[in-house]
């Protein structure tokens, strides 16, 4: 373990010092074909070294049991600030646009992959216990967030502090799954309740995300929101989820029945991803963000599978789009990690403020477990089940951080600064860190419900 360690530490410098001289040319020297076409030199080195680094990493967390998002998130803290030992040809990566776009893509294919796993029909079947677990779990770490921010950062504008908040709502399940999984206990009461209350609180956090946003942009441009236009946005988003899938229900047979005739290679990824990424436009068309569109899709496609005309077994969508994720996934949490500047965890209080964000953030989940109405169900093990914020808490703080308001000087600024991105990405750490321990032992000490 420590030699994949070392590994990951050589490549990226060994490819992070070769940069500078990739990326420049002499003065006077004719201009490189790949400036032509817009892409330099240094982002090929980069992407190379973030998927060297993101790989080796999570490679080391998975051999320690832990998921490999960490390992991929840690290695691009460290490439981000490989500044502090002088080494600057990492820098540009930060603001450069073609980076940003392939992470944003990135994160498109990781909503549609987690709309792909969720299920529809279970999160309907499951009852009720489900329902107010989810809902529980968004309201009361929302509101504990809001308080947090609103204390330790009090000059920041009040929709800050919502937006804050809204990062601690959603649930990354897909840990808690693994631990049941692992353990044998996927089938019983507290699994079944936890996997289809976290499809239900991704759908509630979007459209808390959908508001928030939908909030500070129209603050930005100085016009004040009311609560008829917020009920606007929220109807709009939940049309648009329930819209996309019962069109989705009509169309897509009918498309899959075509494919299936259809003998080029890949047809079913194709359309699979062209059509995540015209609901994703769609979304943006209607004032929200992309990733509702991406899990709309995701939603729409679950279960579906492909029979292609020469060939007779069928494909599953989720096994052909692997592919596409491992790829593009990791170089979104790189590219988080490399946002998160150490240098700011020097200043008085922040990392008081990320310890008890992370507190509120494990508290808020727990309460959600007051909404089992079950009788000789594992209350405890559905509340710390619920406590991983994993990519979704990552992918509302990027979000956070391209969205701007005006501060009290009426200077345009991030709504989730550099500092604060950092305290929300130690609080995505400890929450991950801690769920697979807490919940083996809660399951260890209580009875768990078969169905």
Known sequence: ?????????????????IAPSVGAAPEGAPQAA?????????????LASMLIVAKLGGEFFERIGQ?????????????????????????????????????????IILLFEVGLESDLKEMMEVGWSSL??????????FLLGWGVSAYFIPDEPRLVHVFIGATLCATSVGITARVFKDLGKLATREARIILGAAVIDDVLGLMIL?????????????????????????????????GSIA????????????????????????????????????????????????????????????KPARARKERDLRDLLQP??????????????????????????????????????????????????????NRLAIGLGMIPRGEVGLIFAGIGATLM???????????????????????VIITTLVTPPLLKWSLGRGVSSKQ
């Open 1 to 17: 373990m420590m030699k994949s360690n070392s590994i990951a530490a050589l490549a990226v410098t060994l490819l992070l010092l």
């Open 34 to 46: 790949g400036d032509a076409h817009g892409i330099q030199p240094l982002v090929l080195i980069g």
């Open 67 to 107: 998921p490999a998002v960490l390992g991929e998130l840690i290695g691009g803290i460290i490439i981000g600030n490989l500044v502090l030992l002088g080494f600057t040809a990492a820098e540009p990566l930060k603001t450069n646009e073609v980076v940003a776009a392939i992470a944003e893509i990135g994160v």
């Open 132 to 141: 107010l677990v989810a809902v529980l779990g968004v309201i009361a770490p």
């Open 210 to 242: 959908a508001v928030v946003a939908g909030a500070i942009k129209a603050t930005a441009t100085g016009v004040a929101l009311s609560v008829m236009d917020v009920g606007l946005i929220a109807a709009k988003a939940l049309m648009f989820l329930i």
């Open 247 to 306: 069109l989705g229900q009509f169309i897509v047979p009918h498309l899959l029945r075509g494919a299936g005739r259809l003998e080029t290679r890949g047809v079913l990824l194709t359309l699979a991803i062209s059509f995540c990424l015209l609901l994703s436009w769609l979304a943006t068309k209607c004032g929200l963000s992309y990733i509702v569109g991406a899990f709309a899709a995701g939603l729409v496609l679950d279960e579906v599978h492909y």
């Open 324 to 377: 596409v994720s491992f790829v593009l996934v990791p170089i979104f949490f790189v590219v988080m990690g490399m946002k998160v500047d150490l240098r700011f965890f020097g200043r008085p209080g922040l990392l008081g403020f990320a310890l008890i964000l992370t507190l509120a953030a494990i508290v808020g989940k727990q309460i959600c477990s007051v909404g089992v109405i079950e009788r000789g169900t």
């Open 405 to 427: 308001l005006p501060n009290a000087n009426g200077v345009s600024q991030a709504v989730i600064g550099p500092a604060t991105f950092g305290a929300v990405v130690i609080m």
